[in-house]
Each structure stands twice: as structure tokens, then as C-alpha cells.
């Protein structure tokens, strides 16, 4: 039977990455929801929600840098 599970020292390496791009995603979720409501937003509102999502690092800072109007 082989063991499919990852060492314990890649999972600590792995952790403090997978937080980042948690809390990087979710302040480009909550600064989204907060630009919409303002009407501060580049383009598409509900693209800007695929790309931060679905792009997993590069979408949250591809939002920050042009999704957001600066007034």
C-alpha cells in the first residue's frame, strides 16, 4: 500500500503560502464588494469577482492594480 499523504515539512512550507493567498484573496473579495457598492470599479464588476476567484494569486493582484478606479 503505498502512502499518498505529503511529508510533514512540505506541508509547513506550504502553510504560510496557502494562508497568504487566503487573506489576499479575501481582502480583494471584501475591497470588490466595498468598490461596487461606490461605483469604483475598472470595467466589469462581476469579472473582476471571476478573475480575483479564479485566478488564484495573479487575479487578487491584477484587481488591485487595475480593477480599482483611484479618485
Known sequence: MTDLYLP????????????LQFILTTVA???WYKADQDIRLNG????????ILLISTLG???FFIFGRRQD
Do not use: D, R, T
Open 29 to 31: 473579495v471584501m475591497s
Open 44 to 51: 466589469n464588476k462581476w469579472g473582476w469577482l471571476m478573475i
Open 60 to 62: 487578487p493582484i491584477l
Open 8 to 19: 510533514i515539512n512540505i506541508v509547513l512550507l506550504l502553510l504560510p503560502l496557502i494562508l
